[in-house]
């Protein structure tokens, strides 16, 4: 790699770790007292695929280990916002699915957020955010290989 694209690089990734860090920590503000993103984004994979998923499925969904999923789902069934039971065909799983005061806890945590995401799609102008929707994806699924 000649220096131009490390440069190019290293802009790249210091820009995505930026906005990640500003997308965290407005989120965080807007969520619901006592929600934090790992809750909301597990709660949201749950209401949006349906059904139940495995601890392990969601772990490696949001590519943590289980031991912090299995730390995030405990915070979650204490709340009430979800129900995890043993796996009717293998004894050494469990499945969990979202409760109904989880899909509330995620519908509120929606409409918080959304006049925030919304401000930012009109900032930068739906067009501009089509456009940068796939390289996102692109980039997501390039990491996602190694």
Request: no cysteine; glycine share 6%; charged share 25%.
């Amino acid at each position: 790699m000649t220096d131009d694209k490390n440069t190019l690089a290293i802009m790249l990734f210091g820009e995505l770790l930026a906005a990640d860090q500003q997308v965290r920590s407005r989120l965080t503000r807007v969520l619901p007292r006592g929600m934090e993103i790992s809750h909301f984004s597990v709660l949201n994979s749950l209401s949006w695929h349906g059904g139940e998923r495995s601890p392990a499925q969601l772990a490696e969904t949001f590519n943590v280990t289980r031991g912090a999923m299995t730390n995030t789902l405990s915070k979650l069934e204490w709340a009430g916002y979800i129900h995890i039971r043993p796996d009717w065909d293998d004894a050494r799983r469990k499945m969990v699915a979202i409760s109904p005061a989880g899909r509330q806890a995620r519908d509120a945590a929606v409409n918080a957020i959304t006049p925030m995401i919304s401000n930012v799609v009109d900032d930068l102008g739906e067009e501009q955010v089509r456009a940068t929707l796939p390289i996102l994806r692109a980039l997501r699924r390039q990491l996602s290989q190694d």
